[in-house]
């Protein structure tokens, strides 16, 4: 049995995560408790569960990050969903969120070979207290112990005795033999620790474990037969852990890698049937057997992978993914996994996701502490939910050096220009209802000027006037008698043309007396 508690939130992110997965149809609500105000309105939406569960934790102002959000899963299908409801109600009640009135989600998840539960209620019980969270992951494994009916010590005693009767070379190999127990094995000056759950259950001298080492001759055989199952079984899983579990079902063996999860640099082979263990590297190399080759095995890990991420932190960005599918030779562009030369689609619901989380760091890099400034910035950010944005709890120092700065723009009076000298500062001048902000969208500063005081005013150019620029009124002109000039005789036509010298006329209007007769 494992309890996760994972990330809390301000925002309430796990009912929509918990929602997108009923909408692919891999999921299910299996209980709302204390919701009667959102079902009385009809069938409950995401907004609605979400909505409600951030009002009910505004009880308690104190508490920025009220979401609870744990995932609670067995082994393999060892247990109903019923009866993995019923532990989960238990369980809840031990950690002190059960009292009358406490608002629950429970979400059931088909998308793994475990049977597993999603809770989302709030750290804010009915009587506005906080929930108490003091040494809350070492407690929770208490409670599963406790639950569970399992006498911790008496448990990691059995299991000890147990591995004892497993041949090993090592205490590498030994340490192997309680990690398939649940166990984590380490040495500390003279002293072998065993620890499960987070906690220390027993201590054991190191120099008792020189007895318990069995050298002889490895059976030859059995490593050869094992070489050729891992083989067979690698080509036809689509990763490591895929292969574990096939193994371990078919053959009743555990492979237990060494290293980083993404890369291990070795492993060991711990025989249950035999009782033996072997040197991995004696068996199959690991290059050789992590050789997962088929494309649609790849693209499929790395979708699972992806998927993981969103589970760990659902307002997780496009850049955060890329840093952890690096790592894997990989990385996303324009909604496309690219891996080794060949690409595919990234799921829309995750494009869908990463342009939203994309947009919600470009504004929460602004630092807004205050709803107006929010607002504005989600209108610039392509219409995004101002309540997917967590404010800022302080100004930053940035901040307070603009601020500074804005002020020695304002109160100097031979700036008449404001608004070209806040332009040449890298600030735009937006208005928003009753507030005007000056942004820097390079340096990502937001400054709410109405809030701040600032003379509006100074915003409109100002003209400054001096006594030289200060129009005078202009004399009038005199009025003089208008003379008209005399024409020169060769231009114009004068009254004594006809008997300039030069004639150009028509000769026979003379000759025909015509003139005459006029």
Known sequence: MIATILPGSANFHAVGYNERKVSKGTARLLEILNFERVLNFGPPTPDKLRDYLIEYSERNGRIKKAQFHLAISCKGHEMTEQQLLDFAHRYLKEMGYMEPGQPILVYSHYDTENTHLHIVTSRIAPDGKKINDHHERRR??????????????????????????????????????????????????????????????????????????????????????????????????????????????????????????????????????????????????????????????????????????????????????????????????????????QTRPLKQFMVDALERNNRIKWIESFNPMTDEERDILCKMGKGTQPDLVTLSTSRNAVYTSSLAKLHSIFNDPNITNVRNELRSEGFIIKTDGDNTFAIDFNRHIIINLTAEGFDLTRLQYQRQQTQQQQQKPKPKNKTFPRVRTLRDAGVGHGENREWEVGYKGNYDRIDDETTLKR
């Open 140 to 341: 929770s494994q208490e409670v599963i112990d406790r639950i569970l009916g399992e006498d911790s010590k008496k448990k990691v005693e059995e299991d000890f005795e147990k591995a004892k009767q497993y041949t090993f070379k090592s205490f590498a190999q030994f340490k192997a033999i309680m990690n398939t127990m649940g166990y984590s094995i380490y040495q500390k000056d003279d002293t072998v620790y065993f620890k499960k759950g987070g906690k220390v259950q027993m201590k054991v001298p190191f120099a008792d474990f020189n007895d318990l080492y069995k050298y002889g001759v490895t059976d030859r055989a059995r490593a050869r037969q094992l070489r050729s199952i891992l083989r067979k079984y690698r080509d036809t899983c689509s990763d490591k852990e895929e292969l574990k579990k096939e193994i371990k079902a078919k053959f009743g063996v555990d492979i237990v890698f060494f290293g980083k999860k993404d890369k291990p640099y070795g492993y060991i082979l711990v025989d249950h049937s035999t009782k033996a263990v072997f040197h991995g590297a004696r068996v199959l190399a690991i290059d050789e057997l992590l050789d997962f080759c088929t494309p649609e095995e790849r693209f499929n890990r790395i979708d699972r992978f992806i998927d993981d991420l969103f589970t760990q932190n659902p307002k997780i960005t496009q850049g955060e993914i890329f840093d952890k599918l690096r790592r894997h030779g990989a990385y996303i562009k324009k909604g496309v996994v690219h891996f080794n030369g």
